[in-house]
């Protein structure tokens, strides 16, 4: 069965960092592209970064480029966000999730998310 | 970035109706669209992609359709279970954005 489960949210102040990792189980890792979606209440869900099986191919939201870096270990199945720079507006849950491949979401899986408060 | 709206932003219909969810990008996305169930306090699962593929297990009361900039979901006969918000989104270029959403509630 597929897993993914993400952790590493928590209260961190603004301007800060916070990295969050995502443990994926089930499926072969190094062959699955993977993402990183936000969600809050007023702006919905919203893409944040994605990033090829291999680790060689990264995209970003034009909103956190520059301040977060998607990356992945395949030895260790895991897919981490490392989020610098932290703004209050970016509170909200941030699923992990698994694709078919950045230009093809058949067969995604998201993880339950983790919540992520930026406040003073 | 292409911008996704979504109508309506709520729906209210009886248990057996039949419900559809209309999705307009503000340019061509061809068919790379997808359409996604989020469940209360759930993950979004996906239903639909590339339009029109049903995803695997997803049961075949859900269906999409469209191509360009106008997409619709349908649900051809609504369960209780089927109460959520349903969410569009496109990936056709990066960045890849969603829609607003769509609450289903039963009446």
């Known amino acids: 069965e597929v897993q993914l489960l993400e952790s590493g949210g928590g209260l961190v102040q603004p301007g800060g960092s916070q990295r969050l990792s995502c443990a994926a189980s089930?499926?072969?890792?190094?062959?699955?592209?993977m993402i990183w979606v936000r969600q809050t209440p007023g702006k919905g869900l919203e893409w944040v970064a994605g990033?090829?099986?291999?680790?060689?191919?990264?995209y970003y939201a034009a909103s956190v480029k520059g301040r977060f870096t998607i990356s992945r270990d395949n030895s260790k199945n895991a897919l981490y966000l490392q989020m610098n720079s932290l703004r209050v507006e970016e509170t909200a849950l941030y699923y992990c999730?698994?694709?078919?491949?950045?230009?093809?979401?058949?067969?995604?899986?998201w993880g339950p998310g983790t919540l992520v408060t930026v406040s003073s | 970035d292409i911008q996704m709206t979504q109508s309506p932003s709520t729906l209210s219909a009886s248990v057996g109706d039949r419900v559809t969810i209309t999705c307009r990008a503000s340019e061509s996305v061809n068919t790379w669209l997808a359409w996604y169930q989020q469940l209360p306090g759930k993950a979004p699962k996906l239903l639909i992609y590339?339009?029109?593929a049903l995803e695997s297990g997803v049961p075949s009361r859900f269906s999409g359709s469209g191509s360009g900039t106008e997409f619709t979901l349908t649900i051809s006969s609504l369960r209780p279970d089927d109460v959520a918000t349903y969410y569009c989104q496109h990936y056709n270029s990066y960045p890849w954005t969603f829609g607003q959403g769509t609450k289903v509630e039963i009446k």
């Open positions: 990033i090829s099986g291999s680790g060689g191919v990264t």
């Open positions: 999730a698994k694709i078919l491949n950045l230009a093809e979401v058949r067969g995604s899986i």
């Open positions: 590339k339009a029109s």
């Open positions: 089930g499926f072969t890792f190094s062959s699955s592209a």
